[in-house]
Nanobody
Framework: EVQLQASGGGLVQAGGSLRLSCATSGFTFDDYAIGWFRRVLGKEDEGISC????????YYADSVKGRFTVSSDNAKKMVYLQMNRLKPEDTAVYYC???????????????????WGQGTQVTVSS
């Protein structure tokens, strides 16, 4: 059974940092791309980053570029999202998802990802 679980969210002040983790199991990790999405109530999901675990190529949406860094630990089947210089507009529920690579050609889109985990809430106070 494919499983993904995002964790590491919390409450942080603007300018602070958080590191999200995505634990995965049930599939061949190196054969998949892992994407990060965030959801704000009343808005469409935003694909913010992804990593192709086979070659560790990455993609970032403009909204997070230069502040967020995605990485993977293939041995542990984990993906991380380091979030720095957080802003109140980063407040959302963050999800990780797995899909067939490559991801990030010109964006990160929901339809590219087949498996989704439970999200983790990130709240950035001003």
């Amino acid at each position: 059974e494919v499983q993904l679980q995002a964790s590491g969210g919390g409450l942080v002040q603007a300018g602070g940092s958080l590191r999200l983790s995505c634990a995965t199991s049930g599939f061949t990790f190196d054969d998949y791309a892992i994407g990060w999405f965030r959801r704000v109530l009343g808005k469409e999901d935003e694909g913010i980053s992804c990593i192709n675990t086979g070659d560790e190529s990455t993609y970032y949406a403009d909204s997070v570029k230069g502040r967020f860094t995605v990485s993977s630990d293939n041995a542990k089947k984990m993906v991380y999202l380091q979030m720095n210089r957080l802003k109140p507009e980063d407040t959302a529920v963050y999800y990780c998802a797995a899909g067939v690579p490559p991801c990030g050609y010109d964006g990160v889109y929901r339809y590219e990802f087949d498996y989704w985990g439970q999200g983790t809430q990130v709240t950035v106070s001003s």
